[in-house]
């Protein structure tokens, strides 16, 4: 009977002196409270009733959801969604012994780490104006990274990433950002309305004088063929006028009969083109005799000079 005894107590003491050790996970093993050594996964022997397995330390990443707030320089107040990643740095016994003991428990951990992120993101948050915010998600999380990851690595862990899910204002800030952007968005749709019209009335005006200096070049070259027609006209009347006063010369007839003729046929014209015009001539003969002699001595004028 007592052999049994024996036998049950031994066998009893050989069943608990395996422990197995989850993959991704570490087991701490302690004497009466000391750290002792780490066991790997698997199957592993410790020895019964001294050895004790103090905790397992998983290795693999994990994650948390923080929502806080900050304060930017300008006052106004960001509310922040984020998730947090992170995991034991490494494997190492010194890594392993730092995750165990460094802090009481997980929950005393997870307070210490997510204060730490928030403090960070204030103090950087801080720095910045409301309207720079919104585009530095990027530097956020490399700021965070930079001042956490030597603290971190002394707790055992280390910082994977900090992802900003969303980021929003406090509703009167988004109301007056709000405001603003509108206001921006009228003030550029009337800078771009003024620059338009500018354009416009720019054209119009530069179509305008091109065609007053189109008109006005037409106009002088329609009174420069004007001209030349004229004197083109002059010029054959007083060819025709010399050869007709040489011709009567040349038989013998009074040259003043040219001047009579160039009278009627004034008058002539006058009756044949008029249009409605009123014109008074004197046709008495002496006026119109003396009218020819006054030409007569004109022309012998010129003819002295």
Request: aromatic share 8%.
């Amino acid at each position: 009977m007592t052999l049994y005894i024996l036998l049950g107590v031994a066998l009893l003491i050989l069943l608990f002196s395996f422990r197995t050790i989850s993959q991704g996970t570490i087991g701490v093993v302690t004497i009466f409270g000391k750290y002792r050594r780490i066991l790997s996964p698997g199957l592993n022997f410790i020895i019964p009733i001294i050895e004790t397995v103090h905790k397992r330390i998983s290795i693999q990443n994990r994650s948390v959801e923080l929502g806080f707030q900050a304060v930017t320089i300008d006052q106004a107040n960001v509310n922040f969604t984020s998730m947090l990643l992170y995991s034991v740095f490494d494997q190492a016994e010194e890594t392993i012994k730092n995750v165990a003991f460094k802090f009481v428990d997980e929950k005393n951990f997870m307070q210490a780490l997510i204060r730490s992120v928030e403090g960070s993101v204030r103090a950087f948050v801080a720095t910045k104006k409301q309207s720079e915010v919104l585009v530095l998600r990027t530097e956020i999380v490399e700021n965070v990274k930079t001042q956490l990851d030597k603290i971190l690595e002394d707790w055992g862990y280390h910082l994977i990433d900090l992802q900003i899910n969303d980021v929003a204002f406090d509703e009167e800030v988004m109301r007056s950002m709000a405001k603003v952007v509108a206001s921006n968005n009228l003030k550029a749709a009337a800078e771009n309305e003024g620059q338009a019209l500018l354009i416009t009335k720019t054209k119009a005006a530069e179509a305008d004088g091109n065609a007053i200096r189109i008109s006005a070049e037409a106009e002088k070259l329609a009174a420069q063929l004007r001209g030349q027609g004229i004197a083109f006209f002059r010029e054959e009347v007083a060819v025709g006028m010399s050869k007709a006063a040489q011709l009567m010369k040349d038989n013998d007839l009074d040259a003043s009969f040219i001047l009579f003729n160039i009278w009627t046929e004034a008058i002539k014209n006058f009756a044949e083109h008029g249009k409605g015009n009123v014109i008074f001539l004197d046709g008495n003969i002496e006026s119109m005799e003396k009218s020819l002699k006054q030409l007569m001595a004109m022309g012998q004028l010129d003819k002295n000079a």
